[in-house]
Nanobody, 120 residues
């Protein structure tokens, strides 16, 4: 069993900042990729940013230059630093991990989600 626990959501004014964190625990052999997705009301879940075990990052176009995904090493949480937040960033943010467990093919795991609200 693998568990992802997110924290750091909340409400902030436009132009403000928040930092999300996601910690993975459980029967993990290796984490291949971790990332953040978000889902706004009435919209589909979309990718925000991902980071591979090698440190390569990928961002959705609208967050480039404002959001930074980071991770110190394979055993530390993954962070999403969100700066210059806009009302359109309002959504539930979900942590995702592609996890390899011993003797099994990699599987996708999701956190429970954390609400980010950008409003004045």
């Amino acid at each position: 069993q693998v568990r992802l626990v997110e924290s750091g959501g909340g409400q902030v004014q436009p132009g403000g900042s928040l930092r999300l964190s996601c910690a993975a625990s459980g029967n993990i052999f290796a984490i291949l990729t971790m990332g953040w997705y978000r889902q706004a009301p009435g919209k589909e879940r979309e990718l925000v940013a991902t980071i591979t075990s090698g440190g390569s990052t990928n961002y959705e176009d609208s967050v480039k230059g404002r959001f930074t995904i980071s991770r110190d090493n394979a055993k530390t949480p993954v962070y999403l630093q969100m700066n210059s937040l806009k009302p359109e960033d309002t959504a539930v943010y979900y942590c995702n991990a592609l996890v390899e467990r011993a003797g099994r093919a990699p599987d996708d795991y999701w956190g429970q989600g954390t609400q980010v609200t950008v409003s004045s």
